[in-house]
T-cell receptor, first 111, second 112 residues
Framework: EDKVVQSPLSLVVHEGDTVTLNCSYE??????LLWYKQEKKAPTFLFML????IEKKSGRLSSILDKKELFSILNITATQTGDSAVYLC???????????FGQGTILTVHP | DTAVSQTPKYLVTQMGNDKSIKCEQN?????MYWYKQDSKKFLKIMFS???????INETVPNRFSPKSPDKAHLNLHINSLELGDSAVYFC???????????FGNGTRLTVT
């Protein structure tokens, strides 16, 4: 089974800090890597990455993919308490919509 | 609102019972999924339907039977519920293979 490994498993920071979340994956049949944010309910989509070295940004969040080293990072700058959530990394392969998820990083931002 | 909606939100039932979870999406997507999230937060795919046809069927016990009456609906029926079936079940949809999934809010199933 294709593996996705995230680190750290949990992270506690204070508002205003910058955090970097890591995701490594196996290369078999790789198509894209996606990041989701899960608060109490549904995971919500953040980024989809298919090309190496191209940073995607949305406000204080950004993400980049390294297809040579098989990893991605998610950066959050100037963290806010509303960023507290589980961040899920997932990769898609050739099977239709079959995403392999990592175990998630639990981010807690204290005021 | 455009969304993926699933019902019920919570389901508490006894071992051996049969239950169903319903899912509907009004996003115009052609592919729908069921994912299971266990207590360790791992999301694992169970089933995927594209235009009402089953395309992914992971190693799920045959007590679980998905049904897609049309592109906008994918229901999950579970027979003879077991304690280990307790989890949060997420429905999701997407437009094609390479589009991000949109998830419903989940159904928390507790089997006692």
């Amino acid at each position: 089974e294709d593996k996705v490994v995230q680190s750290p498993l949990s992270l506690v920071v204070h508002e205003g800090d910058t955090v970097t979340l890591n995701c490594s994956y196996e290369v078999t049949n790789f198509r894209s890597l996606l990041w989701y944010k899960q608060e109490k309910k549904a995971p919500t989509f953040l980024f989809m990455l298919t090309s190496s070295g191209i940073e995607k940004k949305s406000g204080r969040l950004s993400s980049i993919l390294d297809k040579k080293e098989l990893f991605s990072i998610l950066n959050i700058t100037a963290t806010q308490t509303g960023d507290s959530a589980v961040y899920l990394c997932t990769r898609s392969g050739t099977s239709y919509g079959k995403l392999t998820f990592g175990q998630g990083t639990i981010l807690t931002v204290h005021p | 609102d455009t969304a993926v909606s699933q019902t019920p939100k919570y389901l508490v039932t006894q071992m051996g019972n049969d239950k169903s979870i319903k899912c509907e999406q009004n996003l115009g997507h052609d592919t729908m999924y069921w994912y299971k999230q266990d207590s360790k937060k791992f999301l694992k795919i169970m089933f995927s339907y594209n235009n009402k046809e089953l395309i992914i069927n992971e190693t799920v016990p045959n007590r679980f039977s998905p049904k897609s009456p049309d592109k906008a609906h994918l229901n999950l029926h579970i027979n003879s519920l077991e304690l280990g079936d307790s989890a949060v079940y997420f429905c999701a949809s997407s437009l094609g293979t390479d589009s991000p999934l949109h998830f419903g809010n989940g159904t928390r199933l507790t089997v006692t």
